[in-house]
């Protein structure tokens, strides 16, 4: 499962903690981000707005006709921006305001006068304001031609980056060698369903990206832009609707239980001592219980969902841990319970001298009490605050080969469980689907959002305990018949 145009993980390099993607790696300080879509393209929106008027084939040819005749003035201009242009004096403006308006109709720039309406901008004004557009028209206008440039590898963007370009080769400020050559000699004469267009746009959007920013951002410029159409503009926000799958894993879940109450009847000799037993077969109920409640309370698209999944996988991992060191260590099992009995019995302690902790509490007390003096009093029972095993859980997942589920799912279900950013923004907040508000996110307040269904890898972490358990006790026929994608020890 790969992206096209992204690095593998094998590419990236490991530096005191942290991950360095190669592109870092390579220009470290050097490389300025700089976003094409927050940054530049509301610079070039009135190139869009040509673009947008007249077409792709007629559009290019009036812009490029504007740009080489805007390139021979002798001016301060490296670069076609808005921001530049009327940063001019008035007499310079006047005159690139001329020169626009001999290659477009004035009203074809007529929806920037909703944001260039300050007394500064009364130039522009007088040459573009057209009194027939209402204010939700201009508005629109813009929104949509945002839309089409925003992502930086679209057709309508690539077509303004190269609008971009064509104005420093015309001033002659830059040269290009080879691809890059024949993609700006034709890329306005070809059409983007043409094959060539594979390799020209690439070119385009390269050279434009890496090298052609020249001059610092106008901060203030682009901040006023996005602010005056983001404020006049409603959020649009949209959620995803991922589909249950619950019943899928209903019919194994319910033929699981059964299959575990009857191992219990069969050893019922062991369920009365038997460390080992009791720790596996407790452990694959609280699975079960888990499994049951993410079914039952619906909480397969929910972020609890994801918090049971973490769960089921540790207890698995930790089960397979025991199993395999079993053979070194004959009391693991033994150990296994001697420890978490302690860690209760570190949590009832403090408990005991805590004023936060009352009546109403979900951790209660006498509980507590009963089952650390369950099969010894707590007085002689020391409390182990390392690791269980002195092996934190990563090791323990690379030990029993699991390695790929620590950093798929463990590693995942950890963000949830934290409450890391991606899983906040993943679940609680909303895709806004407006461009002038940079598609940024709206916070779920109606709770819309569902995530996707985690029974599918509920299922499979299921069934691989049962693969482990089966290697131990003796699972009937006619489940081994019916779930024939298990490979059973037995």
Known sequence: MTSKNVSKLSDHKFKKGII???????????????????????????????????????G??????????????????TQPKISKILNLSHDKQEKIFKIICDYIDPNVLAPLTIVFRTKENDLFSKYFYDREQSVDQRISIIKEIVG????????????????????LFFKGKVHAEGMTVEAIKNYSKTDHEDEKMKIYRPSIRSFEGIGMDIDENNTNFILYFWEELGLVTDCSPHYIKFTQHKEELVEFFHDTKKVVENIMVLNKGKLLED????????????ILKIADEVLNKELENAILGRHALRTILEVYIMMKYLVLKERDKNNIFENYQVYGVGKYKHILLRVRESSFINEQSHIVVPLLESIVNEKMWEEFMNIDVRFFDQQNIKKKFEEVNEKELYETYYEYGTNYAHGFWGAVRESSLLFCNNPLHKYHSVPDIYFNQKLPSVTFDIDRLLKLYIQLLSGIYEFPTWYKSKYEGIEYGN
């Not at 879509?37 to 707005?49: C, I, K, S």
């Not at 006709?65 to 390139?71: F, M, R, S, T």
């Not at 089409?148 to 077509?159: E, I, L």
């Open 20 to 58: 360095v993607s190669p592109f870092n790696d390579s220009f470290g300080e050097m490389l300025k981000l700089n976003s094409w879509a927050r940054d530049r393209l509301p610079e070039y929106v009135w190139l869009g707005l040509i673009l947008n008027k007249y077409g792709r084939k007629e």
């Open 60 to 77: 290019l040819k009036r812009a490029e006709n504007i740009l080489w005749q805007l390139a021979q003035i002798d001016m301060e201009l």
């Open 148 to 167: 089409k440039c925003f992502d930086h590898q679209s057709n309508q963007a690539t077509d303004l980056r190269y609008l971009c370009i064509s104005f």
């Open 275 to 286: 460390a080992k037993f009791n720790v596996l077969i407790g452990s694959m109920i609280y």
